[in-house]
């Protein structure tokens, strides 16, 4: 069961672009093109007339054109013209759904269409702020969205699964953590103050001592969960909000369902220092890639022992606070989905 | 549902040498081979002993010798030896199929035997006539067989679909066609007078001004379609029937379901010139290898939107009406069929 | 359906080192590990916290810890460490199986623990005693366990599918074999008297002449398959015992059922002269493991066509004896277990 009416993020702004993109969300085959004028628009991937995957046409103006037989379709999904022939035959139309840009995202509706607001879309201002550095990137991961969401939400796995890649104050594995529910989402977090700064950190902001840490996860449903960690000299009011000597990074997961088991991860890395560095670029997204990796190779390892994204069955640890408060915010919306479908 | 009786080719007779071959036909399990006197057979590819597939055996004279025990099979399927004991087993037979050779293609028949009846193999006479040079292939498609079917009864779809490889004059994309009911069969096809020649039939026959094109399309259930095309220089009276200032190319499609989403795919270009031109037959291969590869990356691409080859939910248009002429044929003679084996 | 209350070949000693071996017996995913102290343990392969495959994990002294979070499980798959909470929650322990280490194999017990009566492993003896070399491998072979025990069985089978590996004297396919009923497992067997020695013995033994071969196939039910094979001087006594003149070779076969279409296959030769020729270590194994490949080609082959292990509608011939008495032996103790399960 899927949460239908919310926006998931569909594809970052720069990845759309001439050619149409065949995705798969929510178990719906969808074809994202932007038009000659620069609307995004979504339809099912599939033509009306015989089939054929719309992705394999072409963007003709702010038409859709099928590659079998030249069929277009606006971004309503109504075909507008059938070559060879005067008519278009009615009841030419394939299904579209809302999209809406924003943040350089190109998020989709898959649900109720009434009711596709874009004041619902998060708040990612770090995406499209020039204050910010942004580094982009999309894997898939054969694996229920669910389970990607609790990794992000869970701070213990970190020396487990990253041993190789995030090595750092060997204080972490145990450092306590607070969870937080919001009005729409929960927040876990903590702080670690006066710790050996972690290499990648040390690195980039030339700490030579100890710092003060921080990492703090928020999930906003469905589809966003957004990081903001960082460290400043030690002692220097980071914890009471003075982060002047310190350095953040906000990454930002996109988490897309687009089977029980498969999901599209997007992810970003917006830091406020280097601004220009591309060498910190470079290094950002080959350190993150690597740790994503890791992240994967797990989540679709246990992926196979389960059905969807199921805890059926299993027993929960402290450190699972904040994932279960999110999954039971999950579940709560979810259900109250499937009552207001039902009565209508 | 398939049309078991009725002839279906198997393979080309030049395929079917010292080696059986494995097949799927209707979702069956076949072996094809050829006895030392030169009879083709066809039995169920499965030993009635351990159930190991024949396909893996040898030809041992006028039978076939199981690869694991060596059990041999006559070609009508009877077990006439089991090695290291004097009697056959009761019962030690495997299903044979009728199978007939013409045209330098093997059939092979589905269906109740009783009614194998070799003269209903259609006639492809220019298959095996010295006046042609024939250029036979084989490849498999991952569609139903009635999509196959279907784009080959549809002359709109070369516009979209071949640009790259059969671009010719551009008024061709709405040169209007005529369809013809056969008493068994459709035929689609076009005079496009005056036209510019395409590339290949320009240098095939030394066009140096424009021709008279022609391109007709012949279905015969439930396996055979035919195209004979071709152009002449204009104005020399080809379409009254004067083709001998022009060149004519029939191509044969032999399209035998293996599943209900796959399909065996046999082809062969037949040319009235160049006939010794092993150059001509080179580059009539790799051009029509490069336009079946068009067709068949479309055509898969659909089959992964439907199950089956059904057409239901889709609207049509009116270039479909070759295609809709024969599917409504094919699926009365299923019909037929239905309820003449549910009478008996 | 399996027998469950049975020891199966888990892994060669060997190969249980100090990693987590993944394993799928009897349609469950089982992690081997061997703990610090040496002592070998079989567990559920899904941690009960959040699934992971525990043979992700790494060996902690006498426990097993998942990689994922670094829960620790000792060899009864108790949970017995929480890493960041001083308490193990209640009902924290996964399945564990009861393993047992014998003739330098590990055997586990996939059915009711208290029946796991190590005194029921087969007799094994040469696999660990010092008058004989062992050389073991293992494949997986796609196959039903009871097509490849059939196979063992069955002596006829070799004069076709080992053309190319083990041809001998033409007269084997026609030396009559005798089956005996044993009161735990089927043997089949045969003399062949004033032979020509097959070309690995004749090298082997430095045979220079005809021998007496002799070949005898054991198996005890359910994983286990022995054959002693070899060759004397002709005339020497060996049909009486004495095989002072020849030289032997036991090669031991485990099979264990992963699914009802696949399994892992444990080979092992041990043989009783060249104990330190390593040249011939390498011959054997190499020699065996084309025939292996063979054997595993045609099988997987058959079994494309069965569902299952299933005999179904196939007819008998009298080379299958000795695999019909072992097949009808099986299906008494699968029955015989499935009503002592329903009883209780």
Redesign the interface.
């Known amino acids: 069961m899927f949460l239908r009416n919310c926006w998931y993020a569909a594809a970052w702004s720069n990845d759309l672009a001439d050619a149409p993109l065949p995705r798969i969300f929510l178990d719906e ?1 969808v074809v994202l093109f932007r038009t000659a004028s620069g609307r995004p628009a979504a339809l099912a ?9 719309l992705s ?1 046409g072409a963007i003709q103006g702010e038409n859709l054109a ?6 277009q379709f606006d971004t309503s999904g109504r075909c507008v013209l ?4 005067t008519q278009v ?1 009615p ?2 139309q394939v299904r579209s759904y809302p999209v809406h840009e924003r943040w350089n995202v190109v998020w989709i509706w898959m649900g109720n269409p009434a009711l596709a607001d874009p004041d619902k879309i998060p708040a990612l201002t770090w995406l499209a702020d020039s204050k910010w550095t942004v580094t982009p990137g999309m894997i898939q991961v054969h694996s229920n969205y669910e ?1 990607i969401v ?1 990794n992000l939400l ?1 701070l ?2 970190v ?3 990253h041993k190789k890649t995030l090595a750092g104050d060997p204080r972490e ?2 450092a306590p953590t607070r969870t937080e529910r919001l009005p729409n989402g929960v927040r876990v977090g903590r702080w670690m103050l006066d710790f050996v700064p972690p290499p990648l950190f040390a690195k980039a902001g030339n700490f030579k001592e100890n710092v003060d840490r921080w990492q703090f996860v928020t999930w906003t449903p469905l589809s966003t969960v957004v990081l903001d960690v960082g460290c400043a000299k030690a002692g220097t009011g980071a914890p009471e909000g003075d982060r002047s000597q310190g350095i953040s990074i906000w990454s930002t997961h996109l988490v897309t369902p687009q089977t029980q088991t498969s999901s599209q991860y997007m992810f970003s890395y917006a830091r406020d220092f280097a601004l220009d560095d591309a060498e910190m670029s470079r290094l950002l997204l080959e350190g993150t890639h690597a740790t994503f990796m890791e992240d994967a190779d ?1 989540i679709e ?2 992926q ?3 059905e969807g994204g199921s ?1 059926d069955g ?6 699972d606070a904040a994932q279960l408060q999110a999954r039971r915010m999950l579940k709560r919306m979810i259900d109250e989905e499937s009552r207001s479908v039902a009565a209508e």
Chains 1, 2, 3 share one sequence.
């Open positions: 085959k991937d599939q033509c009306c007339h015989r089939a054929a995957p394999r099928c590659g079998y037989h030249g069929l059938v070559p060879g022939q035959p009841g030419a389970f609790d869970d213990t796995h020396t487990y699964v594995a145990t797990i390892a246990l196979t022992n389960r805890l299993l027993i929960d640890i402290t450190a």
